[in-house]
């Protein structure tokens, strides 16, 4: 294999499929991710984001195609077998044990580690300060972007290969949604590979290495964040002109 045709860290291949035993709402869709590289799914309300992403960590049945993480057929694995393999999923509400300090959520992250965690939990503090300062209080008593800091922190306790956010900014003020896609910046340059739905797709897009468009679950045009900004037809349709 050229270094153009590696297999990325993450794919979700030709997908069709959908929940349970109910009609498909992907259709031959594919969705992936390189290594330490970040990939945003956006489109329409509808469009199948949330269901291409949830399909790529095993929470729908997968009818076509195939899910495969670093080279290995991870179709049949459950959502839990997947996070052992190295895949975390924050979705986008009840994300945080609120009742719970942000410390004990970190700690409830490293669930499946055998190690010890005292430093990841100092690179989590390093990359969100505002959790160290706030690491006492209730994860209940914080602002929308400061729990997505503890939820997105959690995940990366578990120290994974692909950390995948479902509408990361939903919710949150510009200003927060400016600093926590820095945030997501700092994450992918530690190697970590990104796969993220975002309703901001602009903003999102501006970030990404590399961009779906999804309609109706199907694959509508796919490119790098820079071309698809730049298409006429995704900025009209998609991105408000």
Do not use: W
């Not at 995940?155 to 919710?171: H, N, S």
């Not at 820095?182 to 999102?204: C, H, Y």
């Amino acid at each position: 294999m050229t270094g153009d045709e590696a297999e990325p860290m993450l794919i979700g291949d030709m997908m069709t499929g959908g929940y349970g035993k109910g009609a498909d709402i992907l259709h031959e869709c594919t969705i992936a991710v390189d290594a330490g590289q970040i990939a945003v799914i956006v489109g329409p309300n509808g469009a199948g984001k949330s269901t291409a992403m949830k399909a790529v960590f095993g929470m729908l049945t997968v009818r076509e195609g195939a899910v495969r993480l670093d080279g290995e057929d991870i179709t049949a694995l459950t959502p839990q077998d997947r996070v052992a393999k190295g895949m975390a999923f924050v979705p986008q509400t009840s994300n945080i044990f609120t009742s719970m300090t942000v410390e004990e959520n970190l700690e409830m992250g490293a669930f499946l580690r055998r190690d010890g965690i005292a430093q990841t939990m100092e690179q989590i503090y390093e990359l969100f300060p505002i959790l160290r300062e706030k690491r006492r209080q209730a994860a209940g008593e914080l602002s929308g972007g400061q729990r997505q800091q503890v939820a997105v922190g959690r995940a990366l306790m578990t120290e994974p290969r692909v950390l995948m956010l479902d509408e990361p900014t939903a919710g949150v003020s510009p200003i927060v949604m400016d600093e926590l896609f820095d945030r997501i910046i700092e994450v992918a340059r530690t190697g970590i590979s990104i796969l993220m739905v975002e309703q901001n797709a602009r903003q999102a897009l501006e970030i990404a290495d590399k961009g779906y468009v999804l309609v109706q679950g199907r694959n509508a045009y796919t490119g790098t964040g820079a071309e698809l900004m730049a298409d006429d037809e995704v900025r009209r349709s998609f991105l408000g002109g």
